[in-house]
């Protein structure tokens, strides 16, 4: 770690939530900007008007046909109306952003412009001076909103019953085209092209050497940092490794039974609720008009993965942000840019195409219960440097809200081994 941690170049805060989604494409400048979250009350009254004329679609009544395959019942279509009712009725009635502005606002932001793209993070730093860095990154459809819940045990383990050699300083970015980062500006902005964002991120903060964690796209970005700067990554820490068969039959054919069952679920999985993948990764902006109209839209089309299993203030306030910012457009164009990139570091598989190359650097993997469910013998194959595996009982897709001890523990003995 270089002497200086603290951002570098701060100048005044940006006040206006409205200058940053309206904010062009410019020439690089490394300044870093105070960052505080202000949203103007006409937006929020905006809000509250749209959700009181709310047209509710229809549906079948429940019971009509029967779930396909491990859906709760009365999901068997998608998200049903009731939940959405449920959660607009609370959004307008009790829901109370500026309680959540404000904690957000508890913690240091800032704002930078890298690669053209404006980003928006937080930097938290731990009170032991010897913290290892860490940059977290969430996916979709998240936002800094889903590392709140472990900001306080990763950078003070000391008042959370932990040992302070455990401490990390926190870098929390905003994906480009996601919440407070705005939207992009431009094509391109892949996991590949994120990851080199972070990369020189971490480097205008004065990080030499550092880890990576992910979850959901995270855990697609942060091996790529990895790979993009692996003279100052000391490991990656991710919640899915996302390995799946090459097309070789011997692959198959060496798996145990267990690992057939996971793979016969993630193949369940995307014929029958991979909707939001295929459209994103296809024609994102068909959707994207609906989005930016309907808050009851968004909340509808983001509660497929956030579903009636989380809190519903922890759904309400990741939605909200994409509400704010107007980034549900290109957050969505994410998944079709990575869908259409090709990888940084290739290699022939012998068979007449190109696959990425192993990553090299230190990788652990935290595998939660309710998770898509990482096979061993895939991921050996794209990382070749895998030093910790765990597997959890407990803890869904989003670990680090719903299970953040199991994560925080993880992370403290993965890093243990790297640091």
């Known amino acids: 770690m270089r002497d200086k941690i603290t951002p570098l170049q701060v100048d005044s805060p940006q006040a206006d939530i409205d200058d940053l989604a309206q904010q062009p494409t410019m020439a690089n400048d490394s300044t870093i900007t105070s960052f505080r979250i202000d949203v103007p009350q006409a937006d929020l009254d905006d809000l509250q008007e749209r959700l009181a004329r709310t047209r509710w679609a229809e549906e079948l009544p429940a019971g009509e046909s029967a779930p396909a395959g491990p859906v709760p019942p009365g999901w068997e279509y998608g998200v049903p109306v009731g939940y959405v009712k449920q959660l607009v009725e609370r959004w307008r009635t009790s829901y109370d952003w500026r309680a959540w502005e404000a904690k957000l606002n508890a913690y240091p932001q800032f704002t930078t412009e890298i690669d053209g793209q404006h980003i928006h993070f937080l930097h938290v730093l731990s009170p032991e001076p010897d913290a290892t860095p860490l940059i977290l990154t969430h996916g979709w459809p998240t936002t800094v909103v889903e590392w709140l819940d472990v900001i306080g045990p990763l950078t003070d383990p000391a008042a959370h019953g932990g040992d302070p050699a455990d401490a990390f300083h926190l870098v929390i970015p905003s994906v480009p085209g996601f919440g407070f980062s705005g939207p992009t500006r431009e094509p391109g902005w892949n996991r590949y092209r994120v990851a080199r964002a972070w990369a020189e991120l ?50 198959l054919a060496g798996l145990t039974e267990e690992e057939r069952g996971k793979l016969a679920f993630a193949e369940w999985f995307t014929q029958n609720r991979g909707a939001y993948d295929k459209l994103q990764s296809t024609e994102p902006q068909n959707l994207a008009h609906a989005l930016a109209d309907s808050p009851a839209g968004l909340l509808g089309w983001h509660a497929q993965l956030l579903g009636a299993s989380l809190d519903p203030e922890y759904v309400l306030t990741n939605v909200m942000i994409y509400w704010l910012t107007n980034t549900a457009a290109s957050a969505a164009r994410f998944y079709y840019e990575d869908a259409a990139a090709a990888p940084v570091q290739q290699k022939s598989n012998g068979r007449g195409t190109s696959v990425p190359e192993p990553t090299t650097v230190p990788l652990g993997l935290a595998n939660f219960a309710w998770d898509f469910q990482s096979i061993r013998a895939f991921a050996d194959r794209d990382h070749t440097n895998i030093l910790s595996w765990n597997v959890f009982d407990r803890g869904g897709h989003f670990a680090a809200h719903d299970a953040p001890d199991l994560l925080v523990g993880d992370i403290r003995q993965f890093f243990a081994k790297v640091r």
């Open 202 to 251: 971490m480097r205008r903060l004065g990080y030499d050497r550092y880890g990576a964690v992910g979850n959901d796209g995270g855990s697609l970005i942060s091996p790529e940092v990895g790979r993009v700067d692996p003279g100052h990554v000391c490991g990656v820490h991710v919640t899915q490794v996302f390995s799946f068969p090459s097309g070789d039959p011997a692959e």
